[in-house]
C-alpha cells in the first residue's frame, strides 16, 4: 500500500496533468483550476477514511468538526446567546469525535467498502449535490467538482493496486485487487446500500454530462486519455 505522503504527491501531480490541458482549453479558468487542485487532492484521501488512526481520517473530522457547527451556528446564530452557541460547538465535536468516529471505524475494515469504485461515484456525486443544491454553484463548476472527486479517488485505488507488486513485479502481493473494485464481498449488504443511494442520486440530482463530454474531448485531443 502506498504511504499518505505518496498519495498526497500522487494526487497533486496527476491532477494537474488534467488541469493543464483544461485551462489551455478555458473549460477551466485561474480560480476553478486551484479549486480542481484541491478537489483532486481530497479526492484522493477519501479512500482512507476507513483506516481509524490514517492522517485523511483525522483531518476530515476535524474539519467537520470545525466546519458542521459553524454551519449551524450561522443558521440560528440571532436566536441564541453566545454560551449557548460555544456549548453547540462543544458538543457537535464530542459527538462527532466519539460517535461518528466510532461509528464509522465499526462499520468499516481497511480495503473494504470504501475502496471500491461505486463508493468514488457516491462522493463525487454527494460532492455535486453539495455544490449545486447547498453552495449554489452552477451545474458546470459542481460537474468540474464532482469529476476531480472522483479523479482522485480513482488514482488512490489505482496507485494501491499497483504497489500490490513487487518492485520487480514478479510477485502479486495478497492485496492486489482489494482496491480497484465494484463490490466488497464481505460486505454485500452495505455495497447493496451503496448502489442505491447511487441510483438515488443519480435521478434526483442530474448530471451535466456536456461538461463532462468536453472534458473528455479536450483530453483525448492532447492525447492524454
Known sequence: MASFQQHVNISIISSGVIIVPLHTANILSLNESIIALIVGLVGGMLPDLDLDDSKPTQIFFQLLSIFIPLILILHIFEQIPI?????????????????????????????????????GILFAQIALFISQEKLQQSSELSSIIAFFIFFGFIVHLLLDEIYSFNLLGIKIKKSFGTALKLYAKNNLIGTLILYILILFFFKYIPINTEVFLHIFRVLKDMKIM
Open 83 to 119: 454560551l449557548h452557541i460555544l456549548a453547540l460547538w462543544l458538543v457537535c465535536g464530542l459527538i462527532l469525535h466519539f460517535v461518528l468516529r466510532k461509528t464509522l471505524a465499526q462499520m468499516t475494515t481497511h480495503r473494504g467498502i470504501f475502496h471500491s469504485i461505486p463508493m
